[in-house]
């Protein structure tokens, strides 16, 4: 099992150029980072589909997201609460989730 020890900004940053470039860092109302990623459904109902998949890969793993349901747009943020930040693991999880992109 990984470590959950959240990642300094510049090994964050790293991690994901690597393993999930696609997802963005930003920061909560308290200052803390999560890692984002955004799916724009065609449907309401498509865009429920990917949060069952999401859902399933997160259970499979045991590491689950925010999941952010706006109409067609999804917003699925990783982050280690236990460890006030993006660890490693959540950078694994944006890599596995990227292939249901």
Same mark, same amino acid.
């Given at each position: 099992?990984?470590?959950?020890? $959240? *990642?300094?900004?510049?090994?964050?940053? /790293?991690? *994901?150029?690597?393993? $999930?470039? /696609?997802?963005?860092?930003?920061?909560?109302?308290? #200052?803390?980072?999560?890692?984002?990623? =955004?799916?724009? $459904?065609?449907?309401?109902? /498509?865009?429920?589909?990917? =949060?069952?998949?999401?859902?399933? *890969?997160? /259970?499979?793993?045991?590491?689950?997201?925010?999941?952010?349901?706006?109409?067609?747009?999804?917003?699925?943020?990783?982050?280690?609460?236990?460890?006030? #930040? =993006?660890?490693? +693991?959540?950078?694994?999880? +944006?890599?596995? =989730?990227? $292939? *249901?992109?």
């Amino acid at each position: 099992m990984v470590e959950k020890i $959240a *990642l300094t900004e510049t090994e964050l940053e /790293e991690k *994901l150029k690597e393993m $999930a470039p /696609e997802w963005k860092i930003k920061k909560n109302e308290k #200052g803390m980072p999560y890692i984002e990623r =955004v799916k724009h $459904a065609h449907s309401f109902m /498509e865009g429920i589909d990917f =949060v069952h998949q999401v859902a399933d *890969l997160a /259970e499979a793993n045991n590491h689950h997201p925010d999941i952010l349901i706006q109409y067609k747009r999804i917003s699925v943020r990783y982050w280690t609460h236990s460890a006030s #930040g =993006v660890t490693l +693991a959540d950078a694994q999880m +944006a890599q596995k =989730v990227d $292939a *249901l992109f």
